[in-house]
Nanobody, 126 residues
Framework: QVQLVESGGGLVQAGGSLRLSCAAS????????MGWFRQAPGKEREFVAA????????FYADSVKGRFTISRDNAKNTVYLQMNTLKPEDTAVYYC???????????????????WGQGTQVTVSS
């Protein structure tokens, strides 16, 4: 069992930045590929970014590429999402997720993830 707790959300003006954190506990963090997803009101949960077990590779949704950066610190059992140049359409609840794997892959399908955090609200005002 892995517990995930997100933090760092809030209200920011368009063009601003936020850094989300997701702290993991319960199992060996480096055994998990990690991902960030988001869900806006009335919309389905969508993929944002993913990172491999050791952080060597990352993958982004086209909508955030060049603005968001996913990273991880396995010594701190934490994955981050640095969000720059935020837009009103980035407003959503952001979730981190963990996928147990022995492979060095990343995953963009939410059905592939085993554990989810409770989410943190990000609101971008225009």
């Amino acid at each position: 069992q892995v517990q995930l707790v997100e933090s760092g959300g809030g209200l920011v003006q368009a063009g601003g930045s936020l850094r989300l954190s997701c702290a993991a506990s319960g199992r060996t963090f480096s055994n998990y590929a990690m991902g960030w997803f988001r869900q806006a009101p009335g919309k389905e949960r969508e993929f944002v970014a993913a990172i491999t077990r050791w952080g060597g590779r990352t993958f982004y949704a086209d909508s955030v590429k060049g603005r968001f950066t996913i990273s991880r610190d396995n010594a701190k059992n934490t994955v981050y999402l640095q969000m720059n140049t935020l837009k009103p359409e980035d407003t959503a609840v952001y979730y981190c997720a963990a996928h147990w794997t022995v492979q060095g892959d990343y995953y963009s399908d939410p059905d592939e993830y085993d554990y989810w955090g409770q989410g943190t609200q990000v609101t971008v005002s225009s």
